[in-house]
C-alpha cells in the first residue's frame, strides 16, 4: 500500500505563489509515478502534471505549463508542486496520487487540500 498526504493549501491572492507537499510513505518502487490533480467546484477533475519516483520524467498539463513545477525529494519522501503566478481559475482541491508506469490508473489517492485564490 501507498499513502499519500498532501499539505501546503490555503487563501491567497491571484499572483502569489503556494507550494504543495504530498508525502509519501509504505511501498513505493522505481516504477512509481506521482501525479497531482484538482477538482474546482462543478467541474471535472483535472490532470495537472506527475513526476517519475526516479528519474527526471515530468509533465504538465497546458494550463499550467510554465506556472506550476513538480519536483521531487527522495530523501523526504514528498513529491512537491510550486505554484506561481496563480489565478482565480487555479482554485480547487488539489490531490496528489500514485500508480505504476505499467498502468494508466492511478490507484492511491491523498485526501485533498484546498488552494482558493482571489481577485
Known amino acids: 500500500q501507498v499513502q499519500l498526504v498532501e499539505s501546503g493549501g490555503g487563501l491567497v491572492q491571484a499572483g502569489a505563489s503556494l507550494r504543495l507537499s504530498c508525502l509519501v510513505s509504505g511501498r513505493t518502487f522505481i516504477n512509481t509515478v506521482v501525479g497531482w490533480f484538482r477538482q474546482a467546484p462543478g467541474k471535472e477533475r483535472e490532470f495537472v502534471g506527475h513526476?517519475?519516483?526516479?528519474?527526471?520524467?515530468?509533465y504538465y498539463a497546458d494550463s499550467v505549463k510554465g506556472r506550476f513545477t513538480i519536483s521531487r525529494d527522495n530523501a523526504k519522501s514528498t513529491v512537491s508542486l510550486q505554484m506561481n503566478s496563480l489565478k482565480p481559475e487555479d482554485t480547487a482541491v488539489y490531490y496528489c496520487?500514485?500508480?505504476?508506469?505499467?498502468?494508466?490508473?492511478?490507484?492511491?489517492w491523498g485526501q485533498g487540500t484546498q488552494v482558493t485564490v482571489s481577485s
Open positions: 496520487a500514485a500508480r505504476t508506469t505499467v498502468t494508466p490508473e492511478y490507484n492511491y
Open positions: 513526476i517519475t519516483w526516479t528519474g527526471t520524467s515530468t
